[in-house]
Structures are given as C-alpha cells and as structure tokens.
C-alpha cells in the first residue's frame, strides 16, 4: 500500500506514521527533508519548489513500488510539498514500514535517493541578494 | 503537427512559459525538438542537463513525436 | 545534543523529532521499533520490557556520543519503553537530525544496531500459551 | 568481602531475586563470581550467554571486585 501526495500545505509526520503503522510491522522508518539555513555558506532566507505536479505523483508512485519490489517492506508513504517553504520547514517526508528493521532503512534511503534524481521537482534558493535553481548549471 | 510544451524551474525562465503550443514537421523526434530548441533558446545548452520528458515519462531521443503531445522540459530536477 | 528517556508511557515521536530539528539540519532519520503480531509464526499477545535503568541509560548515552564522534550529526534522541506493550505499540524511537541525509540514515542505523547489541533491556513475548525471553537460549 | 547482586530478565528468573547481596573472599576476580554462579545456578549455563557489569559498566573477567560493588547479570538483551 503506498500513499502519494504533493502538498501545498505544511507536511504531516504522524499522518505519514499512521499510515504505514502495521500489526505485521516491526519497523517503520522516517526521512524527512528540513529546509537548511545555509548552501555553501550562503545564508537561505526561504525556498520555493516547483514541480510538474501529473509526472511527478506518477514517478513517485513508480519509486514506491520499485521499493515495495525490492526491499521486504509493508506500506510506504512520499509526501512533498510545493510552493514556498520557510527555514526549518519539510519539503519531504518518507516513511516506510517492514518487518524488520534493515528493509526499513534501506527502502526509504532508497526512496529518498531515487526521489532526488528522477522526480520532476524543482527547487529555489532565495537569498538576500539573489536566487538560484539548485542544481541547474554545472 | 501540434505538441504542447511545458517548461519548468529555470527552463520555465528561459522559455518564458510554463505552457504554449509547439509546431513540429509530421515524424519529428525528440532529438528534432531538442535540435530546435536549442537553436531559438541557445542558452538551454548552458544546464547541466536537460531531460525530455513525454507525456508525462522521460523520452529516449529516438522516441517518435505525435500530434497532440505534451512534451515537458526536464532540467536538473532538485526536490527532496 | 542528547536526549536520552526510559520512559513507562507511551512514546511520543513528534517530541523526539522537535528535540533534534534545528535550522542547520537538511535531514532528520527517524526509526521507529513497533510490536509484531507474530515472531516465528506465533501469534504474540504482548510484550513486557524490562531494563536494568541506571545502566540503560548510560549506554544510549554512550552510544550517542560514539555516533556523534563517527557520523557528521547534529542532534539524536533515544526514547525507549519500559513495561507492557500492546500489538502496535512503540518499543524505542530514535530521532537523528544532519547537515546531510546519509550521515542521518547512517547514525540512525547505527544507534539501533548497537542498541539492540549492548543496552542493557530485556524483552518478553508473550503468547497465548506461554512466554518467552528473546534471545536468552541459544 | 559483600556485593550487590542485580539480576535481570531469565538471570532474575533463575537466582529467584533481581537485587541481593552476595558474599566473596576478598580479592576475587569476576571470574571467580562467574563461577561461583555455575555452581549455585548450573542453568545459567544453558543461556546463549551471560555478560556481567560492574557498577553499570560491562566488566572483563580479570576485573577485580571490591566491598559494595554493585554486580549485574546481564542475559542476552533484547531491547529495541
């Protein structure tokens, strides 16, 4: 069972727990993102994330369940936000449950791995005195 | 034929549009878009990468274009 | 930054994860241990949790300073139960907050496994015909 | 000389008390404890393994045991 969503709207940690929460679950293991105040010792005033939101639900789904093929794991949930986020806030969070617990750990690194390098979402760094896409140039 | 293209994060700032209607000649491929992307945007060759996705999946370059497409740029992605 | 709870009432995971936020975290790795329904096919009713609790808290302590010594972390919490615990129930949270993810996944690992391996806390199962303490036969 | 005797889990199960005191000859080594407890408690051989700690620490065999030490059988844990 996954659950997949793209928020506007400020993520939920204990909703993502309970939905993986399981009797046949040893383990559930958590990632969540945190919005950091410093990239390469520039000072992060707040981000802005972007995404194709169709593709990007339709590829996170496909992550979840190349991890549910993987990893012995149970249920899994992606939640990611969009628009702006202030320091500290959660642009993802990932939790994930299994039997044991080293399933856990791997499928939502897994997750978060792959999320990072396939998922159509884009993100801004504001800074006082300008703003960059992260990642776009080399 | 008509596609739809749709443009993200900085290909969005240099297409100027996130949405607007593409013309192609019949039996393009994603390469032709690419190679005439890249001659009206010369400044797209300046990322570090940039995926072509159709409708809604990541596009080999010989993958054969149709009318009515959505075809969307996929520069280097950073969520998470 | 160490927090470090034997605790005899139900776990609450959002304060473990509100100890280890900070504004210079990226990542924050949670785990979660839940009670199983079965263990070798058995169905299990409950379990109780026993600690030798001086000890026990000695060695979380010491096994959070040895994963703040390895890993490049900020801040990790180490709740633990002790007493009875329905199906469902939360035996120990772990909270790992990072500059980076990997480093947060890793110490997080890390803490359970060495957890599981020195921290003086015994489990019982209990099943519908009997109970058992894990790991005490070969 | 007298210690403190802390028994957890199956140990507790099997000398009957989490907590009493023990008496040995002055200068004794945690070995000499170990077996001293095989001979009064021969079940706590069949256990996957048995470590013992000294004041709240995990203790070697050769470790020597003074007045008041507070000593804990430790059975396989199983915490987490």
Request: with cysteine; glycine share 6%.
């Amino acid at each position: 069972m996954i659950d997949i969503q793209l928020l506007s709207t400020p993520l939920d940690v204990q909703h993502c727990i309970d939905f993986v929460t399981s009797d046949a679950a040893g383990a559930v293991n958590v990632f969540i993102g945190t919005v950091r105040n410093s990239t390469k010792g520039k000072r992060v005033v707040r981000l802005e994330f972007e995404a194709y939101e169709a593709m990007a639900l339709l590829e996170m789904k496909n992550i979840a369940r190349r991890a549910m093929e993987k990893f012995q794991v149970l249920k899994i949930a992606i939640h990611h936000r969009v628009g702006t986020l202030q320091l500290g806030g959660a642009p993802v969070v990932i939790a994930v449950s299994a039997p044991h617990r080293h399933a856990s750990f791997e499928a939502c690194q897994y997750v978060i791995d792959t999320l990072k390098e396939t998922v159509p979402i884009w993100k801004k760094e504001i800074f006082e005195d300008g703003e960059v896409w992260v990642a776009a140039h080399p | 034929m008509k596609l739809t293209l749709l443009s993200f994060g900085i290909a969005k700032d240099i297409t100027g549009q996130r949405f607007r209607e593409w013309e192609m000649p019949d039996g393009a491929k994603v390469a032709g878009l690419r190679a005439q992307l890249a001659r009206q945007y010369p400044i797209l060759n300046e990322l570090s990468a940039l995926r072509i996705a159709v409708n809604s999946e990541y596009a080999g370059e010989d993958m054969a274009l149709k009318e009515g497409d959505e075809v969307a740029l996929i520069p280097p992605v950073s969520g998470g």
